[in-house]
Protein backbone atom coordinates (compact mmCIF):
# COMPACT_ATOMS: atom_id res chain seq x y z
CA UNK A 1 0.00 0.00 0.00
CA UNK A 2 1.33 3.65 -1.27
CA UNK A 3 1.97 6.60 1.35
CA UNK A 4 -0.33 8.66 2.53
CA UNK A 5 1.84 11.51 3.33
CA UNK A 6 4.52 12.06 0.90
CA UNK A 7 7.11 13.72 3.43
CA UNK A 8 9.91 15.95 1.61
CA UNK A 9 9.89 18.72 -1.50
CA UNK A 10 8.34 18.15 -4.14
CA UNK A 11 6.76 20.94 -7.48
CA UNK A 12 3.30 20.28 -7.94
CA UNK A 13 0.81 21.95 -9.42
CA UNK A 14 -1.57 23.74 -6.77
CA UNK A 15 -4.33 20.86 -7.79
CA UNK A 16 -1.37 18.12 -6.96
CA UNK A 17 -1.12 19.86 -3.80
CA UNK A 18 -4.49 19.97 -2.83
CA UNK A 19 -5.22 16.61 -3.75
CA UNK A 20 -1.99 15.29 -1.42
CA UNK A 21 -3.42 17.64 1.56
CA UNK A 22 -6.64 15.89 1.47
CA UNK A 23 -5.06 12.07 1.83
CA UNK A 24 -2.76 13.85 4.17
CA UNK A 25 -5.72 14.68 6.16
CA UNK A 26 -7.40 11.08 5.88
CA UNK A 27 -9.28 11.57 2.87
CA UNK A 28 -11.54 7.85 2.45
CA UNK A 29 -13.89 8.95 -0.40
CA UNK A 30 -14.09 11.43 -3.37
CA UNK A 31 -16.43 11.69 -5.64
CA UNK A 32 -16.61 13.92 -8.67
CA UNK A 33 -17.20 14.95 -12.15
CA UNK A 34 -14.58 15.94 -14.19
CA UNK A 35 -14.40 20.38 -14.78
CA UNK A 36 -11.63 22.49 -15.54
CA UNK A 37 -10.08 23.68 -13.80
CA UNK A 38 -10.57 21.22 -10.95
CA UNK A 39 -9.93 18.21 -13.05
CA UNK A 40 -6.72 17.47 -12.33
CA UNK A 41 -7.38 16.66 -8.39
CA UNK A 42 -9.90 13.65 -9.88
CA UNK A 43 -7.29 12.65 -12.08
CA UNK A 44 -4.45 12.21 -9.01
CA UNK A 45 -7.03 10.83 -6.69
CA UNK A 46 -8.51 8.36 -9.06
CA UNK A 47 -4.55 6.84 -8.97
CA UNK A 48 -3.61 7.88 -5.55
CA UNK A 49 -6.63 7.12 -3.28
CA UNK A 50 -7.53 4.19 -3.95
CA UNK A 51 -3.82 2.72 -3.58
CA UNK A 52 -3.93 4.12 0.03
CA UNK A 53 -7.43 1.70 0.74
CA UNK A 54 -9.61 4.66 0.09
CA UNK A 55 -12.35 4.86 -2.33
CA UNK A 56 -12.59 6.92 -5.64
CA UNK A 57 -16.16 7.51 -7.38
CA UNK A 58 -17.04 9.50 -10.73
CA UNK A 59 -20.13 10.66 -9.98
CA UNK A 60 -22.71 11.30 -13.11
CA UNK A 61 -22.47 14.83 -12.56
CA UNK A 62 -22.11 17.06 -9.76
CA UNK A 63 -25.64 16.52 -8.47
CA UNK A 64 -24.54 13.20 -7.89
CA UNK A 65 -21.64 13.73 -6.55
CA UNK A 66 -22.56 15.92 -3.56
CA UNK A 67 -25.34 13.39 -2.70
CA UNK A 68 -22.59 10.57 -2.64
CA UNK A 69 -20.04 12.47 -0.21
CA UNK A 70 -23.04 13.42 1.96
CA UNK A 71 -24.27 9.44 1.98
CA UNK A 72 -20.27 8.21 2.49
CA UNK A 73 -19.97 10.83 5.54
CA UNK A 74 -22.64 9.35 7.71
CA UNK A 75 -21.13 5.98 7.09
CA UNK A 76 -18.28 6.81 8.34
CA UNK A 77 -16.03 8.25 5.95
CA UNK A 78 -14.01 11.70 5.26
CA UNK A 79 -15.11 13.15 2.47
CA UNK A 80 -14.16 15.50 -0.64
CA UNK A 81 -15.38 16.62 -4.23
CA UNK A 82 -13.84 19.20 -6.23
CA UNK A 83 -15.47 21.61 -9.15
CA UNK A 84 -15.79 25.06 -10.35
CA UNK A 85 -18.53 27.59 -9.81
CA UNK A 86 -21.11 26.10 -12.62
CA UNK A 87 -20.52 22.80 -10.56
CA UNK A 88 -20.81 24.71 -7.40
CA UNK A 89 -24.07 25.85 -8.75
CA UNK A 90 -25.60 22.32 -9.84
CA UNK A 91 -24.21 21.04 -5.27
CA UNK A 92 -26.20 24.62 -3.70
CA UNK A 93 -29.73 21.90 -2.58
CA UNK A 94 -27.66 19.55 -0.84
CA UNK A 95 -25.07 22.11 0.57
CA UNK A 96 -28.17 23.18 2.35
CA UNK A 97 -29.43 19.95 3.02
CA UNK A 98 -25.29 18.97 4.56
CA UNK A 99 -25.97 22.18 6.46
CA UNK A 100 -29.67 21.11 8.11
CA UNK A 101 -27.43 17.74 9.13
CA UNK A 102 -24.28 19.35 9.90
CA UNK A 103 -22.38 16.82 7.64
CA UNK A 104 -18.98 17.41 7.47
CA UNK A 105 -17.42 17.41 4.24
CA UNK A 106 -14.78 19.29 2.07
CA UNK A 107 -15.25 21.05 -1.42
CA UNK A 108 -12.73 22.45 -3.58
CA UNK A 109 -14.07 24.94 -5.55
CA UNK A 110 -11.27 26.48 -8.48
CA UNK A 111 -13.19 29.18 -9.51
CA UNK A 112 -13.43 30.07 -13.40
CA UNK A 113 -14.28 32.98 -15.70
CA UNK A 114 -17.96 33.12 -15.54
CA UNK A 115 -20.97 33.29 -15.38
CA UNK A 116 -22.02 30.26 -16.96
CA UNK A 117 -19.87 28.53 -18.73
CA UNK A 118 -18.24 31.42 -18.83
CA UNK A 119 -14.26 31.19 -20.03
CA UNK A 120 -13.45 27.50 -18.71
CA UNK A 121 -9.74 28.20 -18.61
CA UNK A 122 -9.72 31.31 -17.24
CA UNK A 123 -9.18 32.40 -13.93
CA UNK A 124 -11.46 35.04 -11.61
CA UNK A 125 -12.94 34.82 -7.68
CA UNK A 126 -16.48 35.39 -8.68
CA UNK A 127 -18.08 32.70 -6.25
CA UNK A 128 -17.40 34.42 -3.15
CA UNK A 129 -21.22 34.83 -2.55
CA UNK A 130 -21.69 31.60 -4.10
CA UNK A 131 -20.76 29.39 -1.71
CA UNK A 132 -21.86 31.24 1.06
CA UNK A 133 -25.53 31.95 0.01
CA UNK A 134 -26.02 29.77 -2.83
CA UNK A 135 -28.48 28.02 -0.94
CA UNK A 136 -32.15 28.47 0.31
CA UNK A 137 -32.53 30.34 4.01
CA UNK A 138 -30.08 30.63 7.07
CA UNK A 139 -27.08 28.52 8.05
CA UNK A 140 -23.56 29.03 8.07
CA UNK A 141 -20.80 27.90 6.15
CA UNK A 142 -16.83 27.84 5.88
CA UNK A 143 -14.20 29.06 3.24
CA UNK A 144 -10.29 29.05 3.02
CA UNK A 145 -8.75 30.80 -0.17
CA UNK A 146 -5.28 29.62 -0.99
CA UNK A 147 -2.63 31.63 -2.93
CA UNK A 148 0.22 29.17 -3.45
CA UNK A 149 0.16 25.75 -4.27
CA UNK A 150 1.61 25.01 -1.00
CA UNK A 151 -1.37 26.50 0.56
CA UNK A 152 -3.12 24.37 -1.33
CA UNK A 153 -1.79 21.80 0.33
CA UNK A 154 -1.89 23.29 4.10
CA UNK A 155 -5.68 24.69 3.75
CA UNK A 156 -7.28 21.58 1.99
CA UNK A 157 -5.98 19.84 5.69
CA UNK A 158 -7.13 22.87 7.69
CA UNK A 159 -10.57 22.30 5.38
CA UNK A 160 -10.84 18.88 6.95
CA UNK A 161 -10.35 19.74 10.37
CA UNK A 162 -12.54 23.04 10.55
CA UNK A 163 -15.31 20.63 8.48
CA UNK A 164 -15.13 18.20 11.44
CA UNK A 165 -14.98 20.36 14.50
CA UNK A 166 -18.07 22.64 13.47
CA UNK A 167 -19.51 19.83 11.35
CA UNK A 168 -19.82 22.23 8.56
CA UNK A 169 -19.46 22.20 4.90
CA UNK A 170 -16.48 24.00 4.10
CA UNK A 171 -15.03 24.41 0.88
CA UNK A 172 -11.26 25.55 -0.41
CA UNK A 173 -11.78 28.80 -2.54
CA UNK A 174 -8.84 28.47 -5.06
CA UNK A 175 -9.01 30.02 -8.69
CA UNK A 176 -7.90 28.68 -11.99
CA UNK A 177 -4.31 30.57 -11.55
CA UNK A 178 -3.69 29.19 -8.54
CA UNK A 179 -5.32 25.81 -9.21
CA UNK A 180 -2.30 25.42 -12.52
CA UNK A 181 -0.02 27.14 -10.33
CA UNK A 182 3.32 25.30 -9.91
CA UNK A 183 5.67 25.94 -7.31
CA UNK A 184 7.88 23.97 -4.22
CA UNK A 185 5.30 22.28 -1.94
CA UNK A 186 7.31 21.12 1.63
CA UNK A 187 5.05 18.18 3.14
CA UNK A 188 6.06 17.73 6.68
CA UNK A 189 6.73 14.27 8.75
CA UNK A 190 3.36 14.85 10.79
CA UNK A 191 -0.18 16.38 9.99
CA UNK A 192 -2.60 17.19 12.33
CA UNK A 193 -6.15 16.17 12.74
CA UNK A 194 -8.95 16.78 14.60
CA UNK A 195 -10.68 13.61 14.60
CA UNK A 196 -15.11 12.89 14.21
CA UNK A 197 -16.20 13.66 17.60
CA UNK A 198 -18.10 10.25 18.33
CA UNK A 199 -21.04 9.80 20.88
CA UNK A 200 -19.40 9.01 24.49
CA UNK A 201 -23.03 7.38 25.44
CA UNK A 202 -24.64 4.03 24.45
CA UNK A 203 -27.26 4.01 22.06
CA UNK A 204 -30.61 3.97 24.36
CA UNK A 205 -29.04 7.37 25.75
CA UNK A 206 -27.96 9.25 22.77
CA UNK A 207 -30.06 12.26 21.32
CA UNK A 208 -28.35 13.00 18.12
CA UNK A 209 -29.31 16.87 17.49
CA UNK A 210 -27.97 17.97 21.32
CA UNK A 211 -25.80 19.98 20.79
CA UNK A 212 -22.58 20.81 23.51
CA UNK A 213 -23.20 24.10 25.38
CA UNK A 214 -20.11 25.77 24.02
CA UNK A 215 -19.51 24.28 20.74
CA UNK A 216 -22.87 24.36 19.84
CA UNK A 217 -22.00 21.04 17.99
CA UNK A 218 -23.61 17.77 18.21
CA UNK A 219 -21.61 14.37 18.20
CA UNK A 220 -22.12 12.45 15.24
CA UNK A 221 -23.20 8.56 15.11
CA UNK A 222 -22.75 6.85 11.94
CA UNK A 223 -24.92 4.69 10.51
CA UNK A 224 -24.27 0.79 11.19
CA UNK A 225 -23.25 1.49 15.02
CA UNK A 226 -26.27 0.78 16.70
CA UNK A 227 -27.55 4.14 17.03
CA UNK A 228 -30.58 5.84 15.96
CA UNK A 229 -29.65 8.22 13.70
CA UNK A 230 -32.68 10.37 11.38
CA UNK A 231 -30.76 12.56 9.31
CA UNK A 232 -33.61 14.88 8.29
CA UNK A 233 -34.15 18.11 5.87
CA UNK A 234 -36.56 19.24 7.72
CA UNK A 235 -36.90 21.40 10.60
CA UNK A 236 -36.05 19.15 13.67
CA UNK A 237 -35.44 19.33 17.58
CA UNK A 238 -32.97 17.51 19.32
CA UNK A 239 -34.61 14.64 18.67
CA UNK A 240 -34.24 14.71 15.07
CA UNK A 241 -38.30 14.41 14.61
CA UNK A 242 -40.08 17.11 12.03
CA UNK A 243 -41.25 20.29 13.48
CA UNK A 244 -43.14 23.41 12.45
CA UNK A 245 -42.58 24.96 15.65
CA UNK A 246 -41.36 28.71 16.02
CA UNK A 247 -39.17 27.89 18.66
CA UNK A 248 -37.50 25.04 17.52
CA UNK A 249 -37.06 26.51 14.46
CA UNK A 250 -35.70 29.28 15.71
CA UNK A 251 -33.08 27.15 18.34
CA UNK A 252 -31.87 25.34 15.60
CA UNK A 253 -31.35 27.97 12.70
CA UNK A 254 -29.66 30.34 14.83
CA UNK A 255 -27.49 27.47 16.55
CA UNK A 256 -26.60 26.59 12.57
CA UNK A 257 -25.35 30.10 12.05
CA UNK A 258 -23.64 31.04 14.99
CA UNK A 259 -21.52 27.85 16.14
CA UNK A 260 -19.97 29.45 13.06
CA UNK A 261 -20.27 33.04 12.83
CA UNK A 262 -20.05 33.12 16.12
CA UNK A 263 -16.20 31.57 16.46
CA UNK A 264 -14.85 34.28 13.51
CA UNK A 265 -12.22 35.17 15.63
CA UNK A 266 -11.37 31.69 16.17
CA UNK A 267 -11.28 30.57 12.87
CA UNK A 268 -10.24 33.36 10.88
CA UNK A 269 -6.90 33.80 9.56
CA UNK A 270 -4.86 36.05 7.51
CA UNK A 271 -1.43 37.55 6.41
CA UNK A 272 -0.73 41.24 7.36
CA UNK A 273 2.60 43.56 6.74
CA UNK A 274 2.91 47.16 7.40
CA UNK A 275 -0.29 48.10 8.96
CA UNK A 276 1.32 50.18 11.83
CA UNK A 277 2.15 53.12 10.01
CA UNK A 278 0.07 52.67 7.07
CA UNK A 279 -1.73 55.41 5.73
CA UNK A 280 -3.41 53.05 2.72
CA UNK A 281 -4.21 49.36 3.12
CA UNK A 282 -4.50 47.30 0.20
CA UNK A 283 -6.96 44.09 0.73
CA UNK A 284 -6.98 41.32 -1.32
CA UNK A 285 -6.63 37.00 -1.48
CA UNK A 286 -6.05 33.73 -3.96
CA UNK A 287 -3.81 34.85 -6.25
CA UNK A 288 -4.57 38.53 -6.23
CA UNK A 289 -2.76 38.92 -3.53
CA UNK A 290 0.43 37.79 -4.57
CA UNK A 291 0.44 40.51 -6.88
CA UNK A 292 -1.09 43.34 -4.42
CA UNK A 293 1.70 42.15 -2.06
CA UNK A 294 4.88 42.71 -4.63
CA UNK A 295 3.01 45.79 -5.41
CA UNK A 296 2.95 47.18 -1.99
CA UNK A 297 6.35 45.78 -0.84
CA UNK A 298 7.74 47.75 -4.12
CA UNK A 299 5.49 51.10 -2.92
CA UNK A 300 6.63 50.59 0.65
CA UNK A 301 10.54 50.81 -0.96
CA UNK A 302 9.63 53.90 -2.61
CA UNK A 303 8.69 55.19 1.19
CA UNK A 304 4.64 54.95 0.01
CA UNK A 305 3.30 54.48 3.92
CA UNK A 306 1.12 51.43 2.56
CA UNK A 307 -0.07 47.83 4.53
CA UNK A 308 -1.53 44.67 3.13
CA UNK A 309 -3.91 42.04 4.05
CA UNK A 310 -4.40 39.04 2.87
CA UNK A 311 -7.82 37.43 3.67
CA UNK A 312 -7.61 33.29 3.61
CA UNK A 313 -10.38 32.72 5.50
CA UNK A 314 -13.73 34.62 3.61
CA UNK A 315 -16.52 32.73 5.64
CA UNK A 316 -17.11 33.78 8.33
CA UNK A 317 -16.00 37.11 7.29
CA UNK A 318 -13.44 38.75 10.03
CA UNK A 319 -15.29 41.79 10.38
CA UNK A 320 -13.30 42.59 13.72
CA UNK A 321 -10.06 41.73 11.59
CA UNK A 322 -10.84 44.42 9.54
CA UNK A 323 -11.77 46.74 11.52
CA UNK A 324 -8.29 46.12 13.97
CA UNK A 325 -6.18 46.25 10.62
CA UNK A 326 -7.36 49.32 9.61
CA UNK A 327 -5.52 50.98 12.30
CA UNK A 328 -4.59 54.81 11.07
CA UNK A 329 -5.22 54.21 7.73
CA UNK A 330 -8.45 56.14 6.58
CA UNK A 331 -8.15 54.73 2.54
CA UNK A 332 -8.38 51.12 1.99
CA UNK A 333 -7.86 49.43 -2.13
CA UNK A 334 -9.48 46.21 -2.10
CA UNK A 335 -8.28 44.23 -5.38
CA UNK A 336 -10.40 41.31 -6.55
CA UNK A 337 -11.11 39.61 -10.04
CA UNK A 338 -14.55 40.57 -9.61
CA UNK A 339 -17.04 43.27 -10.41
CA UNK A 340 -17.28 44.31 -6.51
CA UNK A 341 -18.21 41.19 -3.80
CA UNK A 342 -15.17 41.09 -1.17
CA UNK A 343 -15.81 44.98 -1.86
CA UNK A 344 -19.32 45.35 -0.11
CA UNK A 345 -17.98 43.00 3.07
CA UNK A 346 -15.22 45.07 3.58
CA UNK A 347 -17.31 48.30 3.21
CA UNK A 348 -19.93 47.03 5.63
CA UNK A 349 -17.20 45.76 8.38
CA UNK A 350 -15.45 48.97 8.25
CA UNK A 351 -18.89 50.82 8.58
CA UNK A 352 -17.75 54.40 7.14
CA UNK A 353 -14.81 54.17 8.84
CA UNK A 354 -12.73 54.35 5.73
CA UNK A 355 -13.03 55.47 2.20
CA UNK A 356 -12.95 51.73 0.14
CA UNK A 357 -11.53 51.78 -3.10
CA UNK A 358 -12.20 48.77 -5.72
CA UNK A 359 -9.99 47.85 -8.35
CA UNK A 360 -11.93 45.34 -9.87
CA UNK A 361 -11.04 42.82 -12.83
CA UNK A 362 -13.27 40.58 -13.83
CA UNK A 363 -11.63 37.70 -14.48
CA UNK A 364 -9.31 36.58 -17.54
CA UNK A 365 -6.76 38.81 -17.09
CA UNK A 366 -5.07 39.27 -13.49
CA UNK A 367 -4.09 42.13 -11.93
CA UNK A 368 -0.31 42.96 -12.26
CA UNK A 369 1.67 44.41 -9.74
CA UNK A 370 2.52 47.55 -11.42
CA UNK A 371 -1.51 48.08 -12.18
CA UNK A 372 -2.13 47.71 -8.05
CA UNK A 373 1.22 50.79 -7.72
CA UNK A 374 -0.87 52.79 -9.87
CA UNK A 375 -4.18 52.17 -8.57
CA UNK A 376 -2.70 53.02 -5.17
CA UNK A 377 -0.88 55.92 -6.24
CA UNK A 378 -3.86 58.16 -7.24
CA UNK A 379 -5.64 56.92 -3.64
CA UNK A 380 -2.76 57.78 -2.04
Known amino acids: MEKRLLTGVHLWQGNEACAEGALAAGLTLFAGYPITPATEISERLSARLPAVGGTFVQGADELDSITIIIGAAWGGAKVLTATSGNG ?23 QRAGPATGAATKTMQGDFYTVRYGSNADYAII ?51 FPRRKPTVPPDQFVPWRADPETMVPRMAHFGEGYSMPVPGLTHGEDGRPSAS ?16 SKADQIARYEALFLDDAEVVVIAYGSVARSAERAVRDLRAEGVKVGFLRLITL ?5 ALIRRALGKARNVVVAEMSVGKL ?15 LFSKPGVSLHTPREIISFVREVA
Open 343 to 357: VREVERALAGAAEVK
Open 246 to 261: YEIHSAMVRRLVDKVE
Open 315 to 319: WPFPD
Open 88 to 110: ICLMQENIGYACITETPLVVVDC
Open 143 to 193: ALAPSSPQEMFDLTIEAFNLSEQYRVPTFVMADEAIAHMRERVVVPEHVED
